[in-house]
């Protein structure tokens, strides 16, 4: 039996990556045949544009923001493209605060920051989980589990916080949007938190919360929605896939041996990857019966990326034929395409 | 990130430092004459007794104990560096970047193989343990010893769920990135590879509170399961170990944070060969001054309550050497590379008048507050002649 994929050659990275959940973001920008990776180091965010050719790679660092200095210490928990109908922006969200770029990270076009306290407290705080919701909308998490919702117009810098969801009472770890460009989905958001709770919820002017699955006591590092599927990944190794709107458990999968770092699905295929300390690479194949409201989940290939713990793995495209991996420690990103 | 990092970070780099030195100062104890042999003993005791007080004194883990961002790495060197010099105990520039590399590594190593992230707790209490169990005989120091490990229970850990204890693992993480010197005695036990890379095993028992890689179940509507599958998972995986106790006294299970030295199992660490990497990392801190005016604030009032015996000659006081010649530790000392070099906190490499001010009067107060006592110097000073004459 042939190996599903192989290995490529790796992109070198500035500097190495950190361990921190979801951490790799990839954007295919296809009219330019280019693709751009970023992956954080401690208070850094570097971006790689990498064209298809392979010949051509630049880079750019990205430095966390702190009130009125130029250049801060504070950590950067987080850093993903937001991808709506109108434009691309690049966010990061650190210990202060959210900076949202131009997707080529050249301009940052807007700056929130977080109430933080005087002297440290013994709960920490920052801002983690970002997604792109519907048109308009960009969500991010809080330590506090609050999510905040920016609503975003199609040029310029005119971005207002419109809304302060409050129903998780944790830190939020990541949070996705409905990927399968299917528009009669009714959930387009599920948010995760520390506990592994998940919210659903419907996306418009108030945001509306359809269903609250309960966690069992173990974090979610890392969630998907895809055709109304809630796919989450957590700390004990496990994968569960839930219906989304009621909540109902489809599918239960002992994926790993440690910590879950990163899940990614490919929307056209439905291949998920996911990633985890364990140094495991994992792709799946799921179907999904929306008539019977079953699901089908095949395991196709695993990929051991020795001596390394996981933090980042994310298909490079829709239909899952190239995927990336970033390690903590790792100064590169590891790439594989199928065979 | 993480506020509750730094007293996990201080009591394992702690512990790991008190295991070296006692592996240090056992070996040293070569002299045959059985009478020098007992005195060195108690002097042995005797060193690691003024350390394990200063570590547990109640203002400085007070200070440690409240919610604060994890220092830079310069800051606690400086804290170790102290530390390392409240007995008689003296070390060369070239012993301390030793003893640091091989505290710093030990520790990444631990926090990396933690099955659980809560698990590094247990590391932790492995090294209260061992730290118990070096001052078993002198109840007064063994009561503080205890009353911090009750606080490290009740008060700061037990509350915290796993999410938070992951986001502890994280901070430390990103305080280890990019270290990756070749410990001599890591690389014979093959837990790191020759490029300073930890192994990282796909076999072994899997953390408490995780299944074995392997089972997919599909379920109805109703809640019932369909029907389960097995794949291929690759590793060698076994079914966990019972949990280690978190409490005063236990069984902690795992290993990790135990002592691995021993007299026979001297410990060397390699400079060459370490990967690029290390050069190429961006400092965390990116402040111009070197020493941050919040850095420094803490660094005070810690500092504060730190009785240390300050000897300012070098030739009194009780020197232990990490490496196996004085010529090694010369050599050790000149060949170090520049990317490696632990920048202590010094007066000289601060330009503000302030904190110089500052500085200097805390580094005076120690002069001042802190007289040997006329015996310990004359002792150093007897061991200092004998070592001479061997």
């Known amino acids: 039996m042939s190996k599903m994929y192989h290995k490529e050659k790796s992109i070198q990275l500035k500097s190495s990556a950190s361990a921190l959940y979801n951490n790799l973001s990839v954007l295919r920008i296809a009219p330019r045949c280019l693709t751009y990776f970023t992956v954080v180091h401690a208070n850094v965010v570097n971006m790689v544009s990498a064209s298809w050719d392979g010949l051509n790679y630049s880079h750019r660092q990205l430095q966390s923001k702190e009130g009125n200095v130029a250049t801060s210490s504070s950590l950067i928990m987080q850093a993903a493209w937001c991808v709506l109908p109108s434009r691309d922006l690049l966010v990061l969200t650190s210990q202060k605060g959210i900076q949202m770029y131009e997707s080529d990270g050249s301009i940052m076009v807007y700056w929130h920051a977080l109430d933080t306290p005087e002297t440290p407290t013994a709960k920490a705080v920052f801002a983690r989980g970002i997604a792109a919701v519907r048109e308009k909308y960009i969500c991010v998490g809080v330590s506090s589990g609050s999510v905040l919702v920016f609503d975003v117009p199609s040029k310029g810098s005119n971005i207002t916080l419109s809304e302060v969801l409050e129903e998780h009472k944790e830190a939020i770890t990541d949070m996705a949007s409905e990927c399968s460009g299917n528009l009669e989905c009714i959930a387009d958001l599920v948010s995760a938190d520390d506990s592994g709770l998940l919210c659903v919820w419907k996306s418009g002017e108030d945001f509306q919360l359809l269903n609250k699955i309960p966690g069992f006591d173990t974090s979610c590092s890392s969630v998907k929605l895809w055709k109304g599927t809630v796919i989450a990944g957590y700390g004990t190794g496990q994968i569960r896939l839930y219906e989304g709107v009621t909540g109902i458990l489809l599918a239960e999968v002992n994926a790993h041996a440690r910590w879950i770092y990163s899940l990614d699905i490919a929307p056209f295929t439905g291949l998920l990857i996911s990633a985890a300390e364990d140094s495991w690479v994992r792709v799946w194949h799921l179907s999904l ?30 239909d899952g034929y190239a995927f990336a991996v970033t390690g903590y420690d790792l100064s590169e990103i590891i790439r594989y395409t199928q065979a | 990130m993480s506020t509750r990092t730094l007293p996990l970070l201080f ?28 005195w060195l003993e108690e002097e042995r005791k005797r060193v690691m007794n003024d350390i394990i007080t200063t570590m547990f004194n109640k203002k400085f883990l007070e200070e440690l104990f409240k919610p604060q ?3 830079s790495k310069k800051a606690l060197r400086t804290v170790f560096d102290r530390l390392a010099h409240a007995s008689i105990m003296r070390l060369n520039q070239a012993s301390m970047d030793k003893l640091y590399d091989l505290m710093t590594m030990a520790f990444k190593y631990q926090v990396l193989l933690c099955p659980r992230p809560k698990d590094i707790l247990l590391v932790s209490f492995n090294h209260m343990d061992a730290i118990r169990d070096f001052v078993k005989d002198t109840p007064g120091i063994l009561s503080q010893v205890d009353e911090t490990n009750k606080q490290l229970i009740e008060v700061i850990y037990t509350p915290l769920s796993g999410g938070e204890f992951q986001l502890i693992r994280q901070t430390l993480l990103i305080f280890f990135q990019d270290m990756h010197i070749r410990v001599s005695i890591f690389l014979k036990d093959k837990v790191q590879n020759s490029n300073g890379r930890f192994v990282l095993p796909t076999s072994g028992p899997v953390p408490y509170g995780t299944h074995i890689p392997g089972l997919i179940r599909i379920f109805s509507c109703s809640g019932e399961e369909l029907r389960r599958m097995q794949f291929r998972d690759g590793g060698n995986y076994s079914a966990t170990l019972r949990e280690g106790s978190f409490e005063m006294y236990g069984d902690r299970v795992i290993k990790l944070g135990t002592n691995m030295y021993s007299v026979s199992r001297p410990v060397e660490t390699h400079m060459s060969g370490t990967s690029k990497n290390s050069s190429q990392h961006t400092k965390v801190n990116t402040t111009p001054n070197p020493l941050a005016k919040e850095e420094l604030n803490l660094l005070a009032r810690l500092m504060g309550g730190l009785e240390v015996q300050k000897s300012t000659n070098t030739d009194s006081g009780f020197r232990v050497n990490l490496f196996a010649t004085d010529e090694e530790e010369e050599e050790a000392l000149i060949s170090r590379p520049d990317e490696l070099s632990y920048e202590v906190i010094s007066i000289q490499a601060t330009k503000d008048k302030q904190t110089n001010a500052a500085l200097a009067k805390i580094m005076g107060e120690f002069g001042e507050t802190s007289e040997p006592a006329p015996s310990s110097s004359s002792k150093g000073d007897d061991l200092l002649a004998m070592m001479d004459g061997l």
């Open chain 1, 289 to 318: 019966t929306p008539e019977t409201n079953s699901v089908e989940i095949e395991h196709m290939y695993n990929e051991c990326v020795t001596d390394t713990q996981i933090c980042g793995a994310r298909f490079c495209d829709g």
């Open chain 2, 11 to 38: 009591i394992n780099l702690g512990g790991e430092m008190l295991y070296i030195l006692d592996q240090r100062l056992r070996a040293q104890n070569i002299p045959a004459d059985k009478a020098k042999k007992d």
């Open chain 2, 69 to 71: 961002e994890l220092y």
